[in-house]
C-alpha cells in the first residue's frame, strides 16, 4: 500500500481536497487543502486538530470555458443542472436591498409570455409595488430580476 492510499484510508481524504474546515478556538471556517497530513489555510495556518470538514467539489473539464456563463451553460448541457445552479447562486452578484418610495432600479421581469418586456426602469410606487417605466405592468419587489440600482428612495 502506498503512503497516499494509507493516508486516504487513515483520513478519509486524500492528499489535494479541498474544504471548507472548523478547527479548535475559532468560530468560522476557511478554505484549506489536505497535505496529507493536516490542513494547511489559505492565511497560512496548518492546522491538526480539525473539528469540522466540508470537502468542496473541483471542476477539472477538458474544455476551457472563456467566462463563468459558458461554464453553466456547458453544465446544464451535460445534465449538470444542480451544479450549474449552486455556481450561479455562489458567484453571482448578490441582489441589492430594496429602494425606497419613488426609488428607481434596472431589471428584467420573467413575464411568462414570450413578448415579455425587457430589460427596463422600474419605479417603487405606492402599495410596494414596482412599475414598469415602459408598460403599465406593476410587480412585487422579488419577481425583478438582477436590479442595478438607478436613484435611492425615500424612507417609508
Given amino acids: 500500500m502506498t503512503d497516499t492510499a494509507r493516508t486516504t484510508a487513515r483520513t478519509g481524504y486524500a492528499p489535494g481536497t479541498v ?11 476557511e478554505r484549506a487543502i489536505f497535505n496529507g497530513e493536516s490542513w494547511m489555510t489559505e492565511s497560512g495556518i496548518d492546522v ?13 473539464v477538458d474544455y476551457r470555458p ?15 443542472t444542480s451544479t450549474a445552479d449552486q455556481i450561479e447562486a455562489q458567484t453571482g452578484s448578490s441582489r441589492i436591498d430594496e ?3 419613488w426609488g428607481v432600479v434596472e431589471a428584467s421581469w420573467d413575464s411568462k409570455e414570450p413578448a415579455g418586456i425587457p430589460r427596463a426602469e422600474w419605479m417603487h410606487v405606492k402599495g410596494n409595488q414596482w412599475l414598469s417605466c415602459i408598460s403599465n405592468v ?19
Avoid at 19 to 29: D, F, K, Q, S, V
Avoid at 48 to 60: A, C, G, K, Q, S
Avoid at 66 to 80: I, K, Q
Fill in 19 to 29: 474544504a471548507l474546515i472548523g478547527w479548535r478556538m475559532t468560530n468560522g471556517r
Fill in 48 to 60: 491538526n486538530e480539525v473539528t469540522d470538514i466540508r470537502p468542496l467539489v473541483v471542476l477539472d
Fill in 66 to 80: 472563456e467566462t463563468r456563463d459558458e461554464l453553466l451553460g456547458l453544465l446544464r448541457a451535460h445534465c449538470f
Fill in 99 to 101: 429602494p425606497g418610495l
Fill in 138 to 156: 406593476s410587480v412585487r419587489w422579488d419577481d425583478l430580476i438582477d436590479p442595478t440600482l438607478i436613484r435611492e428612495g425615500v424612507a417609508s
